[in-house]
């Protein structure tokens, strides 16, 4: 019997070790919960469609803070990227595209406002790489830097108020479907596919991986740590500026101080996601699990009418208690 149950306790060990099964069974267990807290008001086509609307949003911020993470870095900087990029597409729609404009001209418009938010957020990327690869200045540090400089921007250019009305075609952007599923939900299963696919089956996925375990080693190894960390921002600016898209789009305006929240919300969806903060690891599986998990608590939450500050209290609670059972799978397997 007693060796039964070692073997027992092994096995609830290992299961627990496992990011995705750990996830896995906090999502449902939330959903659960949420379903039987309210019986015909949170498993419905409605909320699951304002869900589909609300968490692509964050989810790409999430992507673009992970590729930082597993490098042993951070991306303090993607709020203010995505502002920055959405601004200058807003820009470009309101003054390229006017009122009564054709299609043609419309067709015009929106491919050089798209355009110019993915390159701004390629720009802005490119930017943090390079002060941290040429100057030598610490993720946290150039990030943080170039967080309050791309808001400045933001701020000359705006001179502070919001910028609206842009054209219907563009709002279907953040407020569209497609085949039934909101567009926003189809744009982020995209970018988590690619940043999938990036670091599980290309050279540079690897390269990142083992930067992050060991700066030094990687370069005795020869990979080409600088290129490769300068590429990692390049892309979590791109996943911003595209964030910046669907955020003006979702609510026909831009400014330079939207989303602020979200840059806590992120680092909070990729550590809880499995991301190891010190860098080499990370699945976008598991940052999508943890992503569904907050989204059903906050959801969850705003339907029973609880404040902000208890969502906060509750998302905080419910990372120190996947870090605590990750903790608990990690020990060895003695009772």
Same mark, same amino acid.
Request: hydrophobic letters at 55%; a positive charge; charged letters at 10%.
């Given at each position: 019997?007693?060796?039964?149950?070692?073997?027992?306790?092994?096995? $609830?060990?290992? *299961? =627990?070790?496992?990011? #995705? %099964?750990?996830?896995? &069974?906090?999502? !449902?267990? @939330?959903?659960? +919960?949420?379903?039987?807290?309210?019986?015909?008001?949170?498993?419905?086509?409605?909320?699951?469609?304002?869900?589909?609307?609300?968490?692509?949003?964050?989810?790409?911020?999430?992507?673009?803070?992970?590729?930082?993470?597993?490098?042993?870095?951070?991306?303090?900087?993607?709020?203010?990227?995505?502002?920055?990029?959405?601004?200058?597409?807003?820009?470009?729609?309101?003054?390229?595209?006017?009122?009564?404009?054709?299609?043609?001209?419309?067709?015009?418009?929106?491919?050089?406002? $798209?355009?110019? *938010? =993915?390159?701004?957020? #390629? %720009?802005?990327?490119? &930017?943090?790489? !390079?002060? @941290?690869?040429? +100057?030598?200045?610490?993720?946290?540090?150039?990030?943080?830097?170039?967080?309050?400089?791309?808001?400045?921007?933001?701020?000359?250019?705006?001179?502070?108020?919001?910028?609206?009305?842009?054209?219907?075609?563009?709002l279907a952007l953040g407020?569209?479907?497609?085949?039934?599923?909101?567009?926003?939900?189809?744009?982020?299963?995209?970018?988590?596919?690619?940043?999938?696919?990036?670091?599980?089956?290309?050279?540079?996925?690897?390269?990142?991986?083992?930067?992050?375990?060991?700066?030094r080693a990687a370069r005795?190894?020869?990979?080409?740590?600088?290129?490769?960390?300068?590429?990692?921002?390049?892309?979590?600016?791109?996943?911003?500026?595209?964030?910046?898209?669907?955020?003006?789009?979702?609510?026909?305006?831009?400014?330079?101080?939207?989303?602020?929240?979200?840059?806590?919300?992120?680092?909070?969806?990729?550590?809880?996601?499995?991301?190891?903060?010190?860098?080499?690891?990370?699945?976008?599986?598991?940052?999508?699990?943890?992503?569904?998990?907050?989204?059903?608590?906050?959801?969850?939450?705003?339907?029973?009418?609880?404040?902000?500050?208890?969502?906060?209290?509750?998302?905080?609670?419910?990372?120190?208690?996947?870090?605590?059972?990750?903790?608990?799978?990690?020990?060895?397997?003695?009772?």
């Amino acid at each position: 019997m007693n060796a039964r149950f070692q073997w027992g306790i092994r096995r $609830v060990r290992a *299961a =627990l070790q496992s990011d #995705a %099964l750990r996830l896995s &069974g906090i999502c !449902l267990g @939330i959903g659960l +919960l949420m379903t039987l807290l309210l019986p015909g008001k949170f498993l419905t086509v409605r909320n699951l469609t304002s869900m589909g609307f609300q968490f692509p949003e964050l989810g790409l911020f999430a992507l673009a803070v992970m590729l930082s993470l597993i490098t042993g870095g951070i991306d303090l900087s993607v709020v203010s990227t995505a502002n920055l990029a959405g601004i200058l597409a807003a820009l470009v729609l309101t003054r390229l595209i006017p009122e009564g404009a054709g299609d043609r001209a419309t067709l015009v418009g929106l491919l050089a406002a $798209v355009g110019l *938010a =993915l390159a701004t957020g #390629a %720009l802005c990327g490119l &930017g943090n790489g !390079l002060i @941290i690869t040429r +100057l030598g200045v610490t993720p946290i540090l150039a990030t943080l830097g170039t967080m309050q400089l791309y808001m400045g921007f933001s701020l000359v250019i705006t001179r502070g108020p919001a910028v609206s009305g842009f054209p219907k075609a563009f709002l279907a952007l953040g407020n569209g479907t497609l085949a039934g599923v909101p567009v926003p939900l189809w744009l982020f299963a995209m970018a988590g596919m690619a940043v999938a696919l990036l670091l599980g089956r290309t050279v540079f996925g690897v390269q990142a991986g083992l930067i992050g375990s060991s700066d030094r080693a990687a370069r005795f190894a020869g990979i080409p740590v600088t290129s490769v960390l300068v590429r990692t921002y390049v892309v979590s600016g791109v996943l911003a500026g595209l964030a910046g898209l669907i955020i003006i789009a979702h609510t026909n305006s831009a400014k330079a101080d939207y989303g602020a929240s979200y840059l806590l919300q992120a680092v909070l969806v990729a550590i809880l996601g499995g991301v190891d903060p010190k860098g080499g690891f990370g699945r976008v599986r598991g940052v999508v699990l943890a992503l569904l998990a907050l989204q059903f608590l906050s959801s969850g939450f705003s339907l029973l009418r609880f404040s902000q500050f208890t969502k906060e209290f509750a998302w905080g609670v419910l990372l120190l208690l996947a870090m605590g059972i990750g903790a608990l799978g990690r020990r060895d397997g003695r009772p």
